[in-house]
């Protein structure tokens, strides 16, 4: 086991090596100049502009200063924003909680809605359930994140007026951050519907990250189903005289996991993409927000390093996930 | 008092093609205590009758019956909460293909466990001491061990063993036992089948012994009933069979056993089992029956009299009124 982890541990360096080059050079590629942007609107004589530019580097070649990015990266050094000048690591983590605590009610609500539908679609296969279900999720599925979010919006904030547009809490209330995520902290607080208000926070983006991977999670699950219902084992089960719900929810589901484990697995990288419009919608001030404020900003060791952290992150999930799949197929665990 | 009864049992199962008939007015009885064997080529349809007998088809099947009971209660009125009672309790089966019979995802122990949970009153303590007793009674080495392994850990008549441990594990009365050897190899065939047999005798319950084997048949059943294309060909006490088969089916698959060969070479039923697009008219067996005449490839054959095996045949063999078939066979 503990040998598997180092093998694949060491399968990430070649992929790091890579998300190292596209961070470096995606934001290059971009037109504009960082030192201008900086500048702003009240602009910079040539004799200031040569003097930044030498100071940040970007008259070096550049394969030298990707050398210089690749040595800091690899001492655990990231850089400083152009902007604030705090170094990029301690602006990802003062962020990243938000980011996670979206995403992981995404996942939750992807997951809690996603399964139980798929398993009732497959066992009431060809049926209006069924159906409806299936075209729901395809719909769900090619819906575009901005339109679906502006929907929501017009209809839950605008029309019913249910929910708030924007941000993780009420202005009304404020304390201290101290685990980042605003429900825990909003608890801690103490502070009377400090809590509720988090929470009506985070429905609608919430809902609206969750549409791609719940959609993808409920048909995964039913074609899993269907080809699990259909193997001998099932039959065996019903021949014991077990109820309907526990060979389709035990014995049947826990072989549909193992292909559903992959796709969850996996649409956590669509996860933080999607993240990435959602945060700017309803400016919520997360990593995905952050990053694309970051680019119009031009702060290239933002979005250098940002990008960098997020590829980590996801190979650090799908790294979890094969382990999770080892756990639920006994096969695969003995090995 | 028969303990499962069935009459005018077909089923048909709706494919692609169009309907097929896979079973088709098929009668069973088994009492207490017997030990009865169904022998067939592969695709007569031994399975499906008892599959649908345990309610175990899947939905592209339709079941129709005059009668079809076991103990009284008539299976064909059940609800789904009635038959979860019988089935894996009163009467159970086990499985033509022990490796994808078993849960992969789940440990041996827990799916013995598994069953004893469903139907008797025990408590944990109880059910692993039963569990271990099982796996025991089946002959499985190491028992307490065995109850954590899962199934790829096990071999095919390991497997086997666990699945007849998991059918007898709540005392059935009715067994079925659905060509529990053919995926084994010949030496475990031989233990596998002594245990059934074996339990058989030990707990008095009714056995039914699918099997393509004749040779199995005359060691082991006292009652055989021969299917052909979905038919109940035959129906006889098993040394009556060897001595007199009625039908020219069993005749013939009885002069294909090796042990009754007279050449050097097995004589074989020449052609195959009639399938969905090639149903002949008449005689399902006329094709291929060297005793046919205009009559078989005409008209379906009647079913004979007890004392004529049931055989569905115009001319049975060994008629004591009329002797042209036997002569021919003489
Ligand atoms: N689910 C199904 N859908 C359609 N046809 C089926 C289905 N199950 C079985 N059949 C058909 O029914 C016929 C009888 O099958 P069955 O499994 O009962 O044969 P069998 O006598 O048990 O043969 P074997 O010795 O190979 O097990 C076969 O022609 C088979 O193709
Ligand atoms: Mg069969």
Redesign the interface.
């Known amino acids: 086991m503990l040998r598997y982890i180092l093998g694949r541990l060491l399968t990430f360096i070649p992929t790091f090596i890579g998300v190292t080059i596209v961070s470096f050079g995606f934001i290059r590629v971009l037109p504009g100049d960082p030192i201008i942007v900086m500048a702003g609107e009240r602009g910079m004589d040539q004799e200031r502009y040569n003097e930044l530019m030498n100071q940040y580097g970007f008259n070096d070649p550049l394969l030298v200063q990707f050398w210089d990015y690749l040595t800091g990266v690899l001492q655990g050094d990231l850089g400083q924003s152009f902007v604030t000048k705090r170094p990029v690591w301690d602006e990802f983590f003062a962020l990243f909680p938000a980011t996670l605590e979206l995403s992981i009610c995404a996942i939750i609500l992807a997951v809690m809605l996603g399964i139980p539908a798929g398993v009732i679609a497959a066992v009431n296969r060809g049926k209006f359930f069924d159906r409806a279900l299936m075209s729901t999720a395809l719909v769900g599925y090619s819906m575009p994140i901005f339109w679906w979010a502006l929907l929501m919006i017009i209809v839950f904030s605008g029309t019913l007026g249910w929910t708030p547009v924007s941000g993780r809490i009420d202005l009304l209330y404020y304390f201290d951050n101290t685990t980042g995520f605003m429900l825990i902290d909003s608890l801690l607080s103490g502070q009377d519907g400090a809590f509720l208000s988090a929470v009506r926070h985070l429905i609608l983006p919430s809902i609206v990250l969750a549409t791609i991977p719940l959609a993808v999670i409920a048909r995964q699950t039913r074609s899993a189903m269907l080809e699990v219902l ?4 099932i ?10 719900i526990r060979i389709n929810g035990l ?1 049947a589901l ?2 549909a996991m193992i292909p559903v484990i992959t796709v969850i697995g996996l649409s956590v990288g669509t996860l933080l993409a999607g993240a990435i419009l959602t945060e700017t919608i309803f400016s919520w001030p997360g990593i995905g927000k952050w990053m694309v404020d970051s680019i119009y900003r031009r702060d290239y060791p933002v979005v250098q390093g940002g990008l960098l952290l997020i590829a980590v992150m996801v190979m650090v999930v799908n790294l979890t996930v094969d382990l999770l799949y080892g756990l ?4 695969i665990r ?1 090995r | 008092m028969s303990l499962l009864r069935i009459r005018n049992l077909s089923v048909d199962f709706a494919t692609a093609g169009g309907a097929f008939r896979a079973v088709d007015k098929v009668d069973v009885d088994v009492a207490e205590g017997e030990l009865m064997a169904i022998v067939g080529e592969s695709g007569s349809g031994k399975s499906v009758s008892m599959l649908a007998a ?1 309610g ?1 088809l ?1 939905w592209t099947a339709t079941v129709t019956a005059d009668e079809m009971s076991f103990d009284g209660t008539d299976l064909r009125r059940i609800s ?1 909460r009635q ?7 009163e009467m ?2 086990i ?1 033509q ?1 022990p490796m ?7 440990t041996v122990g827990f799916q013995i466990k ?2 004893l949970r ?2 008797l009153d025990m408590d944990r303590k109880e059910r692993h001491r039963r569990a271990v007793e099982l796996l025991e009674m089946v002959g499985l080495p190491a028992p307490e061990k065995r109850l954590a392994s ?1 199934p ?2 096990l071999s095919g008549g390991m497997n086997q063993r666990v ?1 007849i441990a ?2 007898i594990a709540c005392k059935p009365r009715l067994l079925i036992a659905d060509e529990p050897t053919t995926a084994l190899d010949v030496t475990i065939q031989a233990q596998i089948l002594d245990l059934l047999t074996d339990l058989q005798k030990e707990t008095g319950m009714g056995l039914i012994l699918i099997t393509h084997d004749m040779g199995v048949v005359a060691e082991t059943a006292e009652r055989v009933c021969v299917h052909y294309a979905g038919q109940k060909v035959e129906d006889q006490k098993v040394e009556d069979l060897f001595t007199t088969p009625h039908h020219p089916y069993s005749a013939a698959l009885l002069a294909a056993l090796p042990e009754r060969a007279t050449e050097r070479r097995l004589p074989t039923i020449p052609g195959v089992v009639p399938g969905q697009f090639d149903r002949p008219q008449g005689c399902l067996f006329s094709p291929r029956c060297k005793y046919a005449n205009e009559t078989c490839h005409k008209v379906e054959p009647p079913v004979q009299p007890d004392d004529l095996g049931r055989a569905r045949c115009h001319y049975p063999l060994y008629s004591p009124l009329e002797k042209p078939a036997e002569e021919a066979h003489a």
């Not at chain 1, 039959?235 to 309907?244: E, Q, S, V």
């Not at chain 2, 994808?100 to 789940?106: A, E, T």
């Open positions: 259909s193997e001998d084992y039959r065996t089960a019903r021949a014991k005289g077990l109820r309907p014995h826990r072989n639920i197929n006994p096969k003995k | 345990m175990l899947p789904g038959r979860r009672k019988l089935i894996g309790k159970s089966m499985f293909e994808s019979s078993l849960n992969p995802c789940f598994e069953a469903q139907h899962f790829h850990q699945m998991m059918a």
